[in-house]
C-alpha cells in the first residue's frame, strides 16, 4: 500500500502563489503522478499529471500558470501554482497509479490517493 501525504496548501492571494507537495512513500517505475482538484457538490477534476519518464499534461484552465513537476529520487511531486484565481480554490488531491496507457489526468486511472490540501483563493 502507497501513502501519498500532500503539503503546502493554505491561504494565497490572487496573483501569488503557492507549492504544493506529495510525498509518496514508495516509488513505482512506470507509473503516473497526478494533482486533482474537487469542490463540493463537483467531480474530481485532473489539474496536471506527469508519469515517470517525464511525459506531462496539464489541463488548459491552468496551463501557463501551475507547474507540475516530479523528484523520482524522492518519490516527491510538486505543484507550484502561479497567479492563482478564486476559481482555483479546492481540495487538491495527489494521485498515484501504474500507468496503462491512460492519461495521468484521469482519475480512474488512480490506484493511491492523498488525503488532501486546502487552497483557498482570496482577494
Known amino acids: 500500500q502507497v501513502e501519498l501525504v500532500e503539503s503546502g496548501g493554505g491561504a494565497v492571494q490572487i496573483g501569488g502563489s503557492l507549492n504544493l507537495s506529495c510525498a509518496a512513500s514508495?516509488?513505482?517505475?512506470?507509473?503516473?503522478m497526478g494533482w486533482f482538484r474537487q469542490t463540493p457538490g463537483n467531480e474530481r477534476e485532473g489539474v496536471a499529471g506527469l508519469r515517470s519518464d517525464g511525459t506531462l499534461t496539464i489541463a488548459d484552465s491552468v496551463k501557463g500558470r501551475f507547474t507540475i513537476s516530479r523528484d523520482n529520487a524522492q518519490n516527491t511531486l510538486y505543484l507550484q501554482m502561479n497567479s492563482p484565481k478564486p476559481e482555483d480554490s479546492a481540495m487538491y488531491y495527489c494521485g498515484l497509479g501504474q500507468f496503462r496507457g491512460w492519461s495521468c489526468r484521469d482519475k480512474d486511472g488512480i490506484e493511491y490517493w492523498g488525503k488532501g490540501a486546502l487552497v483557498t483563493v482570496s482577494s
Open positions: 514508495e516509488y513505482i517505475p512506470n507509473s503516473c
